[in-house]
Structures are given as structure tokens and as C-alpha cells.
């Protein structure tokens, strides 16, 4: 062992007359340990938040949008989705319509998003039709209800609607249930000698998805792409060509490529892009809680820095003896700044392993429980990262060091012949 690691480790241990710089160095280590912990603990909670929103984001949505700059549709879309889905990284395409209508049920109106899909394509970019938790999509995939023969003449009217699945949030603002059948009202409507009259179409709730997204539950609404066509008044024209990708991080590199194969008047919109004020919000929420957390490392570097000040004003006389048989200045500051910095990597040490126990078993056993009507999830996702742990005790450490720097600096001032003049 070094001649300062020696010394720094043996004034630790040793018993001090001043029983209060034990204490302090003791406070020293647990608040390092608190503040380390507490890190990881909120990192891993913030990752699992941000792994939980972007698993469900995706799930929700396509990885890249394909459409045309001028918004006037694109016509021939069957042979361009065959030759895109055939480009590198493109796992599966799909076609939509999006357009914003007014679906009313008696005296209830909301504004909603109309999405025009072809069921099975739309199952290969997105899972909203896997979330369909009362009725079923399955009569999007057919031009007729499922039901069996109609037993009057009103269920052969309601089986003759066209089909259409709702986000829960809006089926309860709307009071409407599945077998519930609405009034759809589109914007672009017919030219008359009256003027441009509102188009409308009743359409038949047949099932009612949840996706765990505000925005998507309580304003989207999915019905067969034909029926979309019919009610915008479209001939064989999709919006969007909707792809997923292999690799969700090469998305706006993979759109781009798209745009190129697609030709002149395309551009694209990637989830990053879509998603873009979400995930800075994050990411701002993670900085914040670093650096207020990290105030409690701070907090305990303080108390370094007052343990190593009364240490060294403890051993001025054991200083001047080291000074006297021939310790260098250099290794006298060495040996405060050991003495600190140990005390940094203990609590560190303890708590990296009382951080990332907890977040584990949290995790794993789903400790805190929150409301799924309110959260979309019935418990707080724990996510530990390895590299935040290197980070944290990186920055510990480094603070402790820094705290260090002024006591060691005092310690290497000491005079020999002042120290023992009265000895």
C-alpha cells in the first residue's frame, strides 16, 4: 500500500478525540449513499416511463409516413407500396386516409380523426386493431357484418352500415357502445345549386379499442379505407403509405431513402418527428431530476469538505512531524484528498448497489401501484441502465474529489516550525 493511501486509510479508522468529525464523516458517506441511490432510483423510473410511452407510441402508430408534398393524394398507390415495402430495412407498408370529421350521436358531437385502413395491412404497422377490448375489427375486414340474417327490417338496415371502431374516451363522450350507430359528417362536402353542402354517413360501432394514448383514444376513429373513400368522396386514392422498419433509430435515414425511391413531390414524416415536443419533454425531466437529486450528493460534498477542514486542523502536529522526516507537500495533499475521495467511493459504492437493488425488485415485483384509469398502466415502470450508473458515480466521485481540493491545499501549507514551536 501507498505511503498516503496508508495514512488516509489509518485516519478513518483511527479514534479521534473529536468524536464530531467521526459523525460528519459518517453523515459524509450516508448522504453520498442517498444521493446515489435516489439517482438511480429516479433514472430508472424516468427510462421505464420513456421505454413504457415509446413501446406504446410505436404500438400505436406506423414508423414512418410516406405522402404527397402537395396533399392531393396518391393515385397508383398499389404499385408504389409494392415496390417500397421491397427496400431495405422495410419490414411491412400499409395505405390510409386521414381526415377530420364531426361524429355525433343524438344530442353528443365530437370532433374526431377518421382513419381509412385495409385491416390486414393495417395489423402489420400498427397494433390499435389488437387493442380492441370491446366488440371486434373483424368486420372491417369484409363488406358484411358478421351477425347472421337480419330478423327485421331495422337490423337489416343496421347490418347494411358501414363499420367502425372507436377510441374509448370518445365512445364514452359520445355515450355510444358497440351495435351504437353514429352520424358521421365530413367537411368536404358535395357542390349543390345550394352551395357546398356537409357530407354525412351513418356508420355502425362495431368495436371500441383502447390504446392507452389520450389523443388516439379520445379522438380516432377506424373504418374500412373504401368506406372512407366513399364518404371524402375520393376514387382509388390513399393519403399515406404508413411503413415499419426494422430498426426504429434509422427511421428518418430509412424515410429518406423512401423519398428517393418514391420520386419527385414525396416527403416523409418519421415517429421522432411526430413525437418530437413529447420525447424533449423527457428529456428536459431527466436533466431536471438530475441535477435536483444531485443536490443531495452536493449537500454531502459539503460535509467532506467540513470533516477533511477539522481533520486537518486535528492533525496540524501529525503533519508537521510527516513535513519533518521528509514528506513532501505533494503527499501530504495526496492524503487529504484520499481520505475524501474514499469517503466518496464508499457512499457511491453503497449507493450504486442499494439504487439498483431497489429499482430491480421494484421493478420486478411492481412495488408502487398507480391507477389504470388515470395512468393507462397499473404500476411504476423500473428501467435501470447501466450506463446511468456509470455516470452518477462518475459525477459522485468527481464532486467529492472537488471537495477535496481546498483542505489538501491547507494540510500541504502547514509549517513544521509553527506546528511544534510550543511542543
Given at each position: 500500500m501507498r505511503f498516503e493511501l496508508f495514512i488516509a486509510t489509518r485516519y478513518l479508522r483511527a479514534k479521534r478525540r473529536q468524536a464530531v468529525i467521526g459523525v460528519i464523516t459518517a453523515i459524509s458517506i450516508v448522504g453520498v449513499a442517498a444521493g446515489v441511490a435516489s439517482l438511480i432510483i429516479a433514472l430508472a423510473i424516468n427510462n421505464g416511463f420513456r421505454s413504457d410511452l415509446q413501446a406504446r407510441l410505436l404500438g400505436s402508430m406506423s414508423h414512418i409516413n410516406l405522402m404527397r408534398v402537395q396533399n392531393d393524394g396518391i393515385r397508383n398507390w398499389q404499385e408504389l407500396l409494392a415496390r417500397l415495402t421491397k427496400q431495405p430495412h422495410i419490414v411491412a407498408g400499409a395505405p390510409a386516409i386521414y381526415e377530420e370529421v364531426l361524429i355525433s350521436r343524438g344530442a353528443r358531437a365530437q370532433g374526431a380523426l377518421l382513419k381509412g385502413i385495409l385491416p390486414a395491412d393495417e395489423r402489420k404497422v400498427s397494433d390499435l386493431l389488437d387493442n380492441v377490448k370491446f366488440g371486434s375489427a373483424d368486420p372491417l375486414a369484409s363488406d358484411k357484418n358478421s351477425e347472421g340474417p337480419p330478423k327485421t327490417l331495422a337490423d337489416q338496415v343496421t347490418q347494411s352500415l358501414p363499420p367502425l371502431v372507436l377510441g374509448k374516451d370518445m365512445a364514452d363522450s359520445l355515450g355510444a357502445t358497440v351495435g351504437s350507430v353514429v352520424l358521421v359528417t365530413s367537411p368536404q362536402g358535395e357542390l349543390t345549386p345550394f352551395?357546398?353542402?356537409p357530407k354525412y354517413q351513418r356508420f355502425k360501432v362495431v368495436g371500441i379499442f383502447e390504446s392507452g394514448f389520450y389523443d388516439y383514444d379520445s379522438s380516432w376513429g377506424l373504418t374500412r379505407l373504401s368506406d372512407a373513400q366513399q364518404l371524402f368522396g375520393l376514387n382509388d386514392v390513399?393519403?399515406?403509405?404508413?411503413?415499419?422498419?426494422d430498426d426504429i433509430y434509422q427511421?428518418?435515414?430509412?424515410?429518406?431513402?423512401?423519398?428517393?425511391?418514391?420520386?419527385?413531390?414525396?416527403?416523409?414524416?418519421?415517429w421522432m418527428e411526430q413525437n418530437q415536443a413529447l420525447f424533449r419533454a423527457l428529456r428536459l425531466e431527466k436533466v431536471v431530476?438530475?441535477?435536483?437529486?444531485?443536490?443531495?450528493?452536493?449537500?454531502?460534498?459539503?460535509?467532506?469538505?467540513?470533516?477533511?477542514?477539522?481533520?486537518?486542523?486535528?492533525?496540524?502536529?501529525?503533519?508537521?512531524?510527516?513535513?519533518?522526516?521528509?514528506?513532501r507537500r505533494q503527499q501530504i495533499r495526496r492524503i487529504f484528498m484520499l481520505q475524501g475521495v474514499l469517503v466518496g467511493l464508499i457512499g457511491t459504492l453503497i449507493g450504486l448497489v442499494l439504487g439498483f437493488g431497489l429499482a430491480i425488485a421494484a421493478g420486478h415485483y411492481h412495488w408502487i401501484r398507480l391507477s389504470a384509469e388515470v395512468y393507462s398502466i397499473d404500476y411504476v415502470p423500473f428501467a435501470p441502465r447501466l450506463i446511468d450508473g456509470i455516470i452518477v458515480a462518475l459525477v459522485s466521485v468527481a464532486i467529492s474529489f472537488i471537495a477535496t481540493i481546498y483542505p489538501a491545499m491547507n494540510a500541504s501549507r502547514v509549517l513544521p516550525a509553527e506546528a511544534l514551536r510550543y511542543e
Open positions: 352551395g357546398i353542402v390513399v393519403a399515406v403509405l404508413e411503413f415499419k422498419v427511421a428518418p435515414v430509412i424515410a429518406q431513402e423512401l423519398e428517393k425511391v418514391a420520386g419527385q413531390g414525396f416527403g416523409s414524416k418519421n431530476t438530475f441535477i435536483t437529486i444531485g443536490l443531495i450528493v452536493f449537500v454531502a460534498a459539503l460535509n467532506i469538505l467540513i470533516s477533511l477542514i477539522m481533520m486537518v486542523m486535528e492533525k496540524t502536529k501529525d503533519i508537521a512531524v510527516l513535513v519533518s522526516i521528509g514528506a
